[in-house]
Structure formats: structure tokens, C-alpha cells
């Protein structure tokens, strides 16, 4: 397994342990968006994407993993209500959480928001129809800093 996939994995854990009241154990997901398909019992959905901005230094590795919130849509305030929830949940389970993988520590130093809440539609419906429609889910992506380096003994 690579350090990325441990990575990976270890958010994911973090997530569905230090926030188990709000996320399934099954709706915090690892690259796999078939959880759309799903009947949205499971919602809300946190989607950690195989998509990680990595930069080296001579000391640490500064990593950037990328996770979705996904949120079934169910009327606008129950939705946004529900939403802001799981992401202010989703950022306490993973900051500043710490451990030790593949003989490097982990530190998760900060997570920030990637851009807009962003309202998805029914792919059936018409672009020039979609504003006159209700989305199916919202969601919006996050970004997880990470540093990582080596183990030292003090």
C-alpha cells in the first residue's frame, strides 16, 4: 500500500471514528462515487478523492488531500442546515489529528474550503432548466493539509 492510500485511509478512519453520529461508516468513501447511486439513507457523504498537491523540503512534506461533502438535497434549509453540520463535524474528526505512518509522523494542520457549494441536477434535466429545478445534492470540496516527515529520536 502507498502512502498516499494510507493516508487516505487513516482520514477516512478519522472521520467515520471521531464523527460516527453524523457520517456511516460506509458514506465516508475512498475515490468512489457510486454512493450517488445510492438511495441518500447514508447522506451525508464525505468523498476523499485521489487527488493530493504534494510539495517536498529537505525536513517535511506538505500534502494537500482533497475531500467532498456530499449532501442529499432535502429541502434548501434542512440541506444547508444539514450541510453546515457535517462539514464543521468533518473538520473537527481530521484538525489536528496526528499519527505515525509508513515510519513518518502526520500532522493535519489545517482544512479549508476548495471552492463554492456547488448544487447538482439531475442529469436528465436540461442546462437551461436547471435554475427552475431543485439540485439532487449539494456538496462542496475541501482541502486537508497535511505535513509529514520523518521520526526523529529527541
Given at each position: 500500500?502507498?502512502?498516499?492510500?494510507?493516508?487516505?485511509?487513516?482520514?477516512?478512519?478519522?472521520?467515520?471514528?471521531?464523527?460516527?453520529?453524523?457520517?456511516?461508516?460506509?458514506?465516508?468513501?475512498?475515490?468512489?462515487?457510486?454512493?450517488?447511486?445510492?438511495?441518500?439513507?447514508?447522506?451525508?457523504?464525505?468523498?476523499?478523492?485521489?487527488?493530493?498537491?504534494?510539495?517536498?523540503?529537505t525536513l517535511t512534506t506538505?500534502?494537500?488531500?482533497?475531500?467532498?461533502?456530499?449532501?442529499?438535497?432535502?429541502g434548501w434549509k434542512e440541506?444547508?442546515?444539514t450541510f453546515r453540520d457535517?462539514?464543521?463535524?468533518?473538520?473537527?474528526?481530521?484538525?489536528?489529528?496526528?499519527?505515525?505512518?509508513?515510519?513518518?509522523?502526520?500532522?493535519?494542520?489545517?482544512?479549508?474550503?476548495?471552492?463554492?457549494?456547488?448544487?447538482?441536477?439531475?442529469?436528465?434535466?436540461?442546462?437551461?432548466?436547471?435554475?427552475?429545478?431543485?439540485?439532487?445534492?449539494?456538496?462542496?470540496?475541501?482541502?486537508?493539509?497535511?505535513?509529514?516527515?520523518?521520526?526523529?529520536?529527541?
Amino acid at each position: 500500500m502507498s502512502f498516499e492510500s494510507e493516508l487516505q485511509e487513516w482520514l477516512a478512519g478519522r472521520a467515520r471514528d471521531n464523527a460516527s453520529d453524523r457520517f456511516a461508516y460506509n458514506s465516508v468513501v475512498i475515490n468512489d462515487w457510486d454512493f450517488k447511486d445510492d438511495s441518500g439513507d447514508n447522506s451525508p457523504y464525505v468523498l476523499i478523492a485521489d487527488s493530493v498537491d504534494v510539495e517536498y523540503d529537505t525536513l517535511t512534506t506538505n500534502m494537500v488531500v482533497r475531500a467532498t461533502i456530499v449532501v442529499i438535497f432535502d429541502g434548501w434549509k434542512e440541506t444547508l442546515d444539514t450541510f453546515r453540520d457535517a462539514r464543521e463535524d468533518f473538520v473537527r474528526a481530521i484538525l489536528g489529528q496526528t499519527q505515525q505512518l509508513g515510519g513518518k509522523f502526520v500532522a493535519v494542520n489545517k482544512v479549508y474550503n476548495g471552492g463554492e457549494i456547488v448544487e447538482t441536477y439531475d442529469p436528465s434535466i436540461d442546462r437551461e432548466l436547471q435554475p427552475m429545478s431543485l439540485p439532487i445534492f449539494i456538496s462542496q470540496q475541501m482541502n486537508i493539509h497535511v505535513e509529514t516527515g520523518a521520526i526523529t529520536d529527541d
